[in-house]
């Protein structure tokens, strides 16, 4: 089986971080642990494979993946669990203007509404079709956690998840890591 329903993981894993910039939070290298926490059993059995092929891919197609990731300023790697741990730089400007989404492929609109600690989060991409709905918790600004209710469309059917993700400020310095787009 191919990965076609892992681009809504991707999706899902891109958008995330960007969620998190709507508030103060330090600039520098961020690192981002998602998971997805429910979705339909046929969707959970594609997100499980699909972590088992990326783990398995072959040199040249990792770095393929990499690279067009990168592209986006993002690092992905596989977290313990069957999650998603994703690297990214956030700027100086970036943290004093956020944007929503950031690093999200396709054409995407997004809201944002502050509550008591963090922030109500809605967006609708097409390109790959997605939207959701969710909160994000602010730890101080080093750190988050986010609930979202995600749907996409994957091989003609609407795939629904709920992705649950931290985020923690790792350092001032983001090494080779380029900032997020």
Wanted: glycine residues 8%; hydrophobic residues 35%; aromatic residues 4%.
């Amino acid at each position: 089986m191919s990965t076609p329903r892992l681009p809504a993981l991707l999706v899902a894993a891109a958008l995330l971080p960007a969620a998190a910039h709507a508030a103060s939070l330090k600039p520098g290298l961020w690192e981002m642990t998602s998971k997805v926490a429910a979705a339909n059993p046929e969707t959970m059995q594609a997100l499980a494979m699909a972590q088992q092929q990326m783990a398995n891919m072959p040199p040249e197609q990792r770095r393929a993946l990499d690279q067009m990731l990168a592209q986006h300023g993002v690092k992905m790697n596989l977290a313990e669990g069957g999650g998603v741990k994703v690297n990214f730089c956030m700027t100086k400007e970036q943290a004093e203007n956020p944007r929503l989404p950031s690093g999200q492929p396709g054409q995407c609109t997004t809201n944002q509404t502050p509550v008591p600690g963090g922030l109500n989060v809605s967006f609708k991409c097409s390109k790959p079709q997605s939207s959701g709905t969710g909160q994000v918790i602010f730890d101080g600004d080093q750190g988050y956690s986010m609930r979202m209710n995600v749907d996409s469309a994957a091989q003609g059917q609407t795939q629904h998840m709920t992705v649950e993700s931290t985020g923690r400020w790792l350092a001032a310095d983001c090494g080779d890591t380029p900032p997020i787009r």
